[in-house]
């Protein structure tokens, strides 16, 4: 047995340790193919698929660092990877610098709400370079320190907080005229905060916000507050901030930008927001003559809008609080009703006929999916087509036909695709292809709209210019509409009008450097012109959708939500443009076309991922990280003492997941040392599957001491749009001689005799169904249920024991648990058999009260504040008669435990607890993150039928640090 336990055990040693050989897994799953090919300063790992991304990084990439290396003062060059990925469709890009600087970017087109550069992944890696630089802005003693023991041994991460990061990037992305301080849309939150009076202090931007706008808030102020530092005191005096703040030249922030600029960091915030222009608006749209609120049950002050659709007789809205495609009609829009509860909610459009609904969900699969669907109103059934990461759908009428059009996404191409839909009975049963236009690398259409006379709008993004396409399905003819030089669109919708000429009009948002997002039209025919608002409103004006009688809903984006209005276009200002339509140039791409002769592809050989993690350094920590373990009777818990006197090595791949450590550690008050290995890994960015791995083992004076092994991961598998199933298993294997652990003090040596030899093993493996969301306005506000079943077993072996009697406890377990928002947050879960102690346990909790407090006071800078809670909860546990533990397989006497429950042959446990709770950020460094949260709580238990180890009445404050839930 002793040999079987021990094989078992290396064996999971040696599966972690070759783990990276076959795990392409989280940003390169499904990749093939993968190349590498090496610049001055970088290596470029890709996939062949995305060999025409690599190729602009290969030709630019070195120049971008140069450049930065003049304007930042970089005194010690360094190299890192660049991996590129098209493996999911949602555009992001990352930067770490552990266990080594290394950057990631996801190579898929961005939506037009991230579009701000001619060339989107070129500049979305400067971006991210910027951070590499930024951060590594290294004296030569750091530099060589990080040359030893790894790059994650960054002062920076102690004192630069998101909004100094993220202000870094933003600002200097868009020195060149491009970028996010010069597009309008991006600017108005800023704007806007000013014009609500409620502009936020530097201390309230740094990345510890967890509601609306959160971390974008860093990216909003921290980028204008850089900007104009920049502008101010020139980049000499930035990049000596960043030179103190990395090499811990002051303690804190705001210290070292007291030492380089001579003034308070909360004087220059000061001085930054009086020079803020913003235009002559009222604080509230509603009182300007040409905006009425859409007086709606929906439309509060914490609503969240992310989606606009409308045909001029109904207006559809997709709250993102609660998950909610709503839907009112006019032409009076007083009241609204659910539609339909679908999380992930990126485009809405309906059909000029009102019938069809186009949705397009973000589904959080294996990597971010978009995934389209129509939504039949008269029938209240969904069609989902089959056809992967197809964006921003919309169905359209050319006579008795009805077709669908969307974005088809791969690498930087972007794919017009549409779709005739065949109908039986009523029903749409298939969608069959009819016309697939491939636009040229980096070009971007968005917001494809569609009239019942088979004509179909979609903006044209090339470069930093805009136009509107027009295409003719019955001619299959393809007309551009320039915009005028500097405007930049979004949200284009068709207005459901009869116009002379057969010509048609379609409404946009529209801003420039200088101006926020306003209202624009176009009217095709013989004449066509744009007509351009020249009126700003506050919240500017975001994804419009035509609400009939000339006026037009759009969404406002505030400081605390974003909410919906109606604007009347007849009592606005415009200006007339006359616009020259022009045939759509016809040189496109083919996606598979021939990347031999590129020189990132001649310049580059397979990629061997075991061997670039042997050459790539990790970081060492002067620190054992392994434990010594004693098992409690009972077997519910381990009891741990770490090794501490060590070495442990981290490394990974160069897409950061899976992580690998290796560490072995000596503890004097055991006499003992460990060493053993740690791996995790999964899909990273979404919880769809998720696994980590540990192993070590033991020594002391007597030789072989104890192995222990520990294996777990947990699956979320979409099943519709809101449930999922759940999947997971934790199991724990310990083997061998135990540390005493609770007989001695903390500086005296714990024998572990040679007669203490034991085998255990915890095993809790669970499945369920469920569809909890967040389905309110409130940070708790959750609802839905999950119901399932766990699997426990316990086993405890003394091995050297001459007749010796293993326990082996089995049991099945059922689970279930409900959270309603209705009126307040509000929980019940209950467990039949959740431990071999107990038959039944139910738990009730109430939220009494609760309030957003989002504010760091100026005299405790160093902690943000988020809420207040105050709930009330009832736990009660129902027990065998003298609390005898259950026996295996309890579930199969299930009738009998309730029928003794029934007859009053049960033991009986209860708790009342009332508790208050202060939660809050650190505000400082790497840590002013809403992971990082942790709360102050004071509670008040009182026991009806307390336990016997237990007071009737008690009283503790406690803090208790993870992730928020009620």
Known sequence: MKKIVLFLTNAILVMSLCNPLFAYDSVMEGQKQIRISQTKYFDIIFPEKSAQSAQILFEKADEFYEDLKTKLNLQNDFR?????????????AYQSCAPFNHIVVFDTPPAAKNSFFDQELLNTFRHELIHA???????????????????????????????????????????????????GFHLNLVRQAKIQGKFPKYSEIQGAMDIYPSAGASYYFGGAFSWYLQKTYGMEKYAQFWYRCVNLKSLTYFGAFKKVYGISIKKAWQDFYESIEVPPVQADPVEEEFSIPLNVKSNKKKSLFMCLAGNGKKIIYYDQNESTIRQSIGPEYKNDRKLLKIPGITSLSLSQDGRYLGITQMKQQYHPTSVSSIYDLKQKKTFTLKQKNLREICIFNNGNTTYAAAIKTFSQYSTLCIYSLEMRKGKIKKAHPVLSKQFSFGQGIFSPCGTTDGNLFFILK??????IVNLEMQTGNYKEYPMPQGIILQGLSVVNEQFADNAARLSFCYATKNQGPRIGSLTTGQKPEIGLSKVDVAGGVFSTAYAGNKKFAYIGEF???KQIFLLDSSKIKSQSLSVAPKTLSEKYENQEACTENLSVIKNSHNFNLPLYMIKKQGTLVPLGLMNTYEVNSSVDTFNTRILPLGLTYVTSTPWTIPIIALSGGYNYTTNSAAFGTFVYGGSYQTDFFNYSCLADVEFDSQGFKQTYGKLDFSNNIPLTALFSLNLSEDFQLLYGRQSNLQEKGI??????????????????????????HHSGKGHFDYSGFAFGAFYNQKFL???????????????????LNIKNSFLRPSTFQTEIFPTESYIAAAYANLMLFDAEIQKSTNFLPLFYFNRLKINISYLAKFANENKTPLKSWAIAQLP???????????????????????????NIGGLARPSFQFSLNAELNYRFYAEPDQKQLAFGIYTNFGTLKL
């Open 80 to 92: 890192l990877p660049v991996v590129i990925s098209p493996a999911q469709d949602e555009f992001n």
């Open 133 to 183: 630089v930024t951060f590594n802005l290294r004296s030569r003693f750091l530099y060589n320190f990080n040359r030893i023991f790894g790059d994650t041994w960054n002062p920076a991460l102690l004192t630069t907080t998101l909004a100094m990061a993220e202000g870094a990037t933003v600002s200097m992305e868009s020195d060149a005229g491009q970028g996010r301080m010069n597009s």
């Open 462 to 467: 090339q470069g930093p210019a805009y136009s």
């Open 559 to 561: 400081f605390n939500g």
């Open 747 to 772: 500086f005296e040596i714990l024998s572990s005799p040679l007669d203490m030899n034991f085998l255990t093993i915890k095993n809790k493996a669970s499945v369920s169904v469920g569809n909890i």
């Open 797 to 815: 072996r003394k091995i050297t024991e001459p007749a010796w009697t293993a326990r082996n406890f089995q049991n099945i377990g059922l689970a």
């Open 896 to 922: 009998e435990h309730f029928t003794n429950i029934k007859d009053g042959k049960f033991e009986y446990f209860d708790q009342v607890t009332l508790t208050a709770s202060l939660y809050a950020t650190p």
